[in-house]
């Protein structure tokens, strides 16, 4: 008699058998190779067994605690990748198949097909390519709203021509800074509003949610003095304006124009200009860093950079000292600050650009190209691309030069005969880095000052914008409004904006229109209201407010009408008065009676010579006891009197 093997759920062991009989217990689906009975290797075994044991065992530990052997159904379990693999092959089978019979029986009756008929939908994967086919499928109707790969590839000259459209330029608006050249241009990080300044030392404040279509500044100050401004920026928040004049201390200004702080100035006697604690000679350029709020960088002619900090404005952070290569010092012309604010970047005036880093000390420079610009001429500008792989920089041997960061030994393109009177003619990149613009001057025989815009990557010129007759010197393309502003040497600051693809600036001015305040006067006495009274006493009720108008329109005094020209009399209206001792006076000098002006003066005053003799009213009374006997000289006696001549 077998014994009953001792069995743990699936897992069981017969002990009756011989052990030459391993081979077939390991075969056997009731048996287990989890190591009762075997020794050495264990063989692998097939996850469904694991799985099915392991259902089993939970099941009866579930029926020995609560008294039920499971919760209903098991849930089946889907294999998700066999069935999507399933229904590409199904798919395509069936695609495929459906192709063949309709080209073949296109094939064989071409002239009973109609031409309108569509395809129907096919519902599934896309079919395989036309090489495992066969013949090619027919081409779907393209439905309307539809665009498809031919419309979207574009060839260069229709990219050339995107690029001109992208410029917004097809409305301007004009603004009135003064009469003398506007070199400094800033616009706040939000757009809603511009800062201008010139060489006359004012500083206008316009502001495009206030103004209306008279473009008139709200606010106009002269904030360094007798100083013409060199240069405008606002911060990154936009909270204040750093304002770079012809002195040597920079300012801070708040968004309406009142000053914050004022930097400190160097001592000039100091040889050191790393012993002062601020500059020492007249500004040329400034900015603000692009992150952090309250740091700004300045350069002026003592051959200096210095940071500042907001906080601290009586001593700068860091001073930074250019060289030329004598080792001598060299005047920066002009600075800027990388876009991610890890470079402070200047051209000078020997015609270099020099880089320093940041986040280490400016001993040394970080980069440094020494002929990038002709020398002893100023480099106006030096410009960042948004994505900060480009450069650009301007400069007044009439070039603009475009260079690679990564490769800066030698300029992308260089965009000669753009000829630059100022120091501040500027450079700036579009706001997808596509194009660089820059301003151009008035030279001898021109009539128009343009802004001309280049592309960055074939270094073509793609278009110019004729701007006024006057230079050209500042230009921002404001990346949040769309928007361009540029300055002109005449006073004149204009915007260019697309009515579609621009936002706000501008165009919130132009719909509005100037409206002159109409006086309200309010009455504040009490309105008795009787309605029984007598018609002496009964005030009137207007209804309507153009009735009441038009009733103090009559009244002389309600309307301020002023006084009626006078019809008759003489003398004017002082003399009709006859109250004030001035038309006394002039009636008793005889002055109120009727003159006539036709008449001889001569004859007019001997008119009174006989009366004057007889009836004396002035001088001949107070002298008349005093007065000597007057002499006059016959008119037969010609020639000079004998001076020996005895007087009498």
């Known amino acids: 008699m077998s014994k009953k093997p001792i069995s743990f ?121 036309a090489s495992e086919i066969g013949p090619p499928p027919v081409e779907k109707s393209k439905k309307d709203g539809e665009d498809s790969d031919d419309e979207l590839s574009s060839s260069e000259d229709e990219e050339e021509l995107s690029l001109e459209k992208r410029i917004p330029n097809s409305h301007e608006v004009e603004m009135l800074h003064g009469t003398k050249a506007v070199v400094a241009l800033a616009v706040d990080p939000s757009g809603a509003r511009l800062a201008t300044g010139s060489v006359d030392y004012e500083v206008s404040f316009w502001d495009f949610a206030g103004m209306d279509s008279s473009m008139r500044s709200f606010r106009t100050l002269q904030p360094c003095e007798s100083h013409p401004i060199r240069a405008l920026q606002y911060s990154a928040t936009g909270d204040s304006i750093l304002v770079v004049s012809g002195s040597a201390q920079a300012k801070v200004l708040d968004r309406d124009g009142f000053e914050i702080l004022e930097c400190v100035k160097g001592d000039q006697y100091i040889a050191d200009m790393a012993r002062t604690k601020g500059h020492t000679a007249a500004l040329n350029s400034g900015c603000w860093h692009p992150h952090t709020r309250d740091e700004f960088l300045t350069c002026a002619q003592d051959g200096t950079l210095r940071l500042w900090r907001a906080a601290a404005p009586r001593q700068h952070r860091a001073v930074i000292k250019p060289r030329q290569q004598s080792g001598l010092k060299t005047n920066p012309t002009a600075c800027a600050f990388s876009r991610d604010g890890n470079t402070v970047a200047a051209g000078c005036f020997d015609g270099s650009i020099q880089m320093w880093d940041h986040r280490k000390n400016f001993v040394n420079t970080s980069v440094l190209l020494r002929d990038a610009h002709q020398k002893q001429t100023e480099i106006s500008s030096i410009a960042y691309s948004y994505l900060g792989s480009y450069l650009a920089s301007r400069s007044n041997d009439e070039t603009l030069k475009l260079w690679d960061l990564r490769n800066f030994k030698k300029p992308l393109h260089v965009f000669d005969n753009l000829f630059s009177r100022y120091e501040q003619t500027d450079c700036c990149f579009s706001p997808d880095d596509a194009m660089v613009f820059t301003g151009e001057s008035l030279q001898r025989n021109q009539e128009v000052g343009r802004l001309i815009f280049y592309n960055t990557k074939t270094f073509e010129k793609v278009t110019e914008i004729g701007v006024s ?61 009787t309605p029984h009274a007598l018609p002496l006493f009964r005030q009137e009720k207007l209804r309507t407010s153009k009735k009441k108008m038009e009733k103090e329109r009559l009244d002389p005094v309600k309307s301020h009408r002023p006084d009626l020209p006078i019809t008759s009399g003489q003398g004017g209206r002082v003399a009709a008065s006859g109250s004030t001792l001035s038309s006394f006076v002039i009636r008793n000098l005889g002055l109120s009676k009727r003159v006539d002006d036709d008449q001889d003066p001569r004859e007019a005053i001997l008119k009174y010579a006989k009366d004057a003799e007889e009836n004396p009213f002035w001088v001949a009374p107070a002298y008349k006891k005093t007065q000597p006997k007057p002499i006059f000289q016959n008119g037969d006696e010609d020639g000079p009197s004998d001076p020996k001549k005895s007087k009498t």
């Open 9 to 129: 759920g699936k897992i069981s062991f017969n002990i009756a058998k011989a052990p030459e009989n391993t081979k077939n217990v390991e075969n056997s689906p009731d048996t287990s190779t989890s190591g009762f009975g075997t020794f050495g290797r264990t063989p692998i075994q097939e996850q469904k067994e694991i799985d099915e044991i392991t259902d089993d065992l939970e099941s009866q530990h579930v029926q020995q605690v609560m008294g039920i052997k499971n919760f209903g159904k098991k849930a089946k379990n889907f294999n998700v990748e066999e069935m999507l693999e399933q229904a590409r092959k199904t798919a395509q089978e069936v695609s495929k198949k459906k192709l063949e019979e309709e080209a073949a029986k296109a094939a064989a009756e071409p002239e009973e097909t109609p031409p309108d008929e569509e395809e129907e939908d096919i519902i599934g994967p896309l079919p395989p390519p």
């Open 469 to 529: 007759k006057s230079h050209v010197i500042k230009g921002i393309w404001h990346a949040k409004l769309n928007q361009i502003f540029v300055s002109c040497g005449n006073g004149v600051v204009k915007c260019y904006y697309d009515q579609k693809r621009s936002l706000r600036g501008a165009k919130l001015c132009i719909v509005k229109t100037h409206r002159k305040k109409h006086s309200v006067e309010v009455v504040s006495s009490q309105q008795i209201i």
